[in-house]
């Protein structure tokens, strides 16, 4: 994907996508999700997403307490140090980044993996709580 005429392709593609928001109201919420997650691993299957990093720069996951526990682990915090020095509630009550870009971003690999230092095949992020899975 060539990211930098990614922007102006996806503004003159505009009028398209246009046309298919209302066929995709139609679909079923719960197929229009299955949809959208078989494409979204097909198309990481061919690219990494840290070669664009635009979420970790622009939009904080959602921290669950066990995102929490692990990082602050990671960090040889105590986990209310963690929250303090990196967390603020949202409006919705949830913990998320106080600051952008995301502070983890240079040690990525030791954040996003479940054995830290080790990638699993395909670049697979973590499958336990929210962190980096929803965007």
Request: aromatic fraction near 8%; include cysteine; proline fraction near 4%.
């Given at each position: 994907m060539d990211l930098n005429n990614f922007k102006t392709k996806s503004q003159s593609e505009y009028a398209n996508h246009?046309?298919?928001k209302p066929r995709l109201k139609k679909i079923k919420p719960k197929v229009l999700d299955e949809k959208f997650k078989?494409?979204?691993?097909?198309?990481?299957?061919?690219?990494?997403?840290?070669?664009?990093?635009?979420?970790?720069?622009?939009?904080s996951p959602i921290f669950l307490q066990t995102d929490i526990d692990r990082l602050s682990k990671l960090l040889k915090?105590?986990?209310?140090?963690?929250?303090?020095?990196?967390?603020?509630?949202?409006?919705?009550?949830?913990?998320?980044?106080?600051?952008?870009?995301?502070?983890?971003?240079?040690?990525?690999?030791?954040?996003l993996y479940m054995n830290p230092g080790q990638k699993p095949a395909g670049?697979?992020?973590?499958?336990?709580?929210?962190i980096c899975m929803e965007y």
């Open positions: 246009k046309k298919i078989d494409g979204h691993d097909r198309q990481f299957e061919k690219m990494d997403c840290l070669d664009c990093a635009n979420c970790c720069k622009t939009t915090m105590k986990s209310s140090v963690f929250i303090s020095t990196y967390l603020h509630r949202d409006d919705e009550g949830d913990f998320v980044l106080q600051s952008s870009p995301c502070p983890f971003l240079g040690m990525i690999t030791n954040v670049n697979t992020p973590i499958q336990t709580g929210k």
